[in-house]
């Protein structure tokens, strides 16, 4: 790293309706630098980035690449300029392969696919990125996914490359190939600009930290300088140490009525002859690692999966036995699902905030409703946008263009505005900032507090231990062993969930 800016940014300021996103920002990235840029929900980090991009055009306020000043009107203008985005949204086109996404706009062997191909297999596995080129986009995984769109990135060989929450689906082994890829990039003196709510990723591979509050600079230091403590002051404006997955559970609520039995569950290669019990009034925390069933266990419960029509177990519903072929079915019942991946498949992103949480309540309606009334979707609407703190300028702000905890924050309304007696959530926190982390943990332990059984699906040990009474740990399909809170500790549910 040396102390030559390659990109700046003065007084930048972005105003949506008149309300900045961002406002006077500075900013500076150095050649060769990785500089993770932190700020709650709402504090402006994407804003900033596709700025830079080339996505989204300054109010006022000049940006500079190499000591000039330019421009960029669209994500190719700041690529001719040097400046690349992995976005947190696939831009990926997903009828094309993944070597015709790399290729795409500079091919070469336009008609020579095979040409493509080798060239996409050689440069591929140069990264050690394990993925087809052959392979149709729309068939990949998130993580997959996000190894093509890196991968692009790089091909362009651009001067810098903006990552915006690029681990957030990715496996620990797929993160280790990441960071490596990030430092050899730096060793080429390429510039990496990191958005994360993974607060440790950024201390550990940081040169500088950049820290956002309301749209405005709070401060930029060295990483050495920060620990997590003094980051999400500086984030929140107050001191979340206390709160954030909290102390250690020195209580559990009283078990309530069994509302949930599944029985020598069996789902294809997954689930195998896996049993457990949820209990009204608590919160029960499943944790197991990559390939343990816990998600597709509960997507059989909630009518998005199909168990195996022979043998495949049973699920009891308040003692009755159920078997649900569409989700509809399930939310009717009283049992909600808040998806792992609420860009997939927890909104309609080009519909507003009011319109997405209505869609929730006409999905436990179904039949029953015929007309659909704008009047019942706006109040609908304002209800749950305040009961959850949904930060947007208004209730018609298209859900695409929320950050990333608000957009949890709607998912989660449109499963609640159906009164659910079951709530599960996968992976509640994923790409969510740490003053969002605590709102959610707040309604999660409400919901108990109000008697609602509540499962709680998470791959991060602390979030399971903070709001768990009761762990079941999963492991090769099937639940093995079960704490009360009070007695689990982390050494415990990692032992189990390995050996």
Do not use: C
Request: charged share 25%; glycine share 8%; aromatic share 6%.
């Amino acid at each position: 790293m040396n102390s030559t800016p390659i990109l700046e940014l003065r007084k930048a300021t972005k105003r949506y309706a008149g309300i900045p996103a961002i406002e006077d920002v500075d900013f500076t990235l150095l050649t060769g630098e990785i500089h993770s840029i932190i700020g709650e929900n709402g504090a402006g980090k994407s804003t900033l980035t596709k700025v830079m991009a080339g996505v989204v055009q300054l109010s006022s306020g000049q940006m500079l690449v190499d000591g000039e000043v330019v421009s960029p009107q669209t994500p190719n203008d700041a690529l001719q300029m040097g400046v690349a985005m992995v976005f947190q949204e696939s831009a990926l086109v997903p009828t094309m392969t993944v070597a015709q996404n790399l290729f795409l706009g500079q091919e070469k062997f336009f008609n020579r696919l095979r040409g493509i191909y080798i060239s996409a297999q050689q440069f591929l596995q140069s990264l050690q990125f394990d993925v087809d080129p052959t392979a149709q986009v729309s068939l990949l995984g998130a993580a997959k996914k996000q190894m093509v769109e890196i991968a692009r990135a790089v091909l362009h060989e651009a001067k810098v490359i903006i990552f915006d929450e690029p681990t957030a689906s990715l496996t620990p082994e797929e993160k280790k190939y990441f960071f490596d890829l990030v430092f050899k990039l730096k060793a080429r003196g390429v510039s990496v600009i990191f958005i994360s709510h993974a607060l440790e990723e950024a201390l550990l591979v940081s040169d500088r930290i950049t820290i956002l509050r309301d749209g405005k600079h709070v401060v930029t230091d060295m990483a050495s300088k920060f620990d997590r403590e003094r980051i999400v002051q500086a984030m929140v404006g107050r001191d979340l140490s206390q709160t954030l997955y909290g102390q250690r559970k020195t209580f559990v609520r009283r078990q309530g009525k069994r509302v949930l039995s599944v029985q020598n569950l069996r789902m294809a290669a997954m689930v195998k002859n896996n049993s457990l019990s949820v209990f009204a009034g608590q919160v029960t925390g499943v944790f197991g690692l990559v390939g343990s069933g816990r998600t597709e266990t509960f997507k059989v419960v909630a009518g998005i999966i199909k168990r195996d029509f022979m043998h495949g177990g049973e699920v009891l519903l308040n003692g009755k036995p159920v078997r649900y072929f569409v989700p509809a079915s399930a939310i009717r019942d009283g049992i909600a699902y808040v998806t792992e991946d609420r860009k997939i498949e927890g909104f309609f992103e080009t519909k507003s905030i009011a319109d997405n949480i209505y869609l929730g309540l006409l999905a436990k309606l179904g039949g029953s409703r015929f007309l659909v009334s704008r009047k019942e979707a706006a109040e609908v609407g304002e209800h749950w946008i305040k009961r959850l703190n949904v930060r947007a300028i208004s209730k018609d702000v298209k859900a695409i263009e929320l950050s990333g905890g608000n957009q949890q924050k709607v998912v989660i309304a449109k499963s609640l505005v159906q009164d659910p007696q079951i709530i599960i959530f996968d992976e509640p926190t994923r790409g969510v900032d740490v003053g969002a982390i605590t709102e959610i943990h707040d309604l999660i332990n409400r919901l108990a507090d109000e008697g609602k059984a509540v499962v709680v699906i998470s791959s991060y040990l602390p979030e399971i231990m903070a709001l768990s009474d009761r762990i079941l740990v999963q492991r090769m399909g099937k639940v093995v062993e079960e704490y009360s809170a009070t007695e689990a500790n982390e050494e415990k549910i990692m032992y189990a969930a390995i050996h």
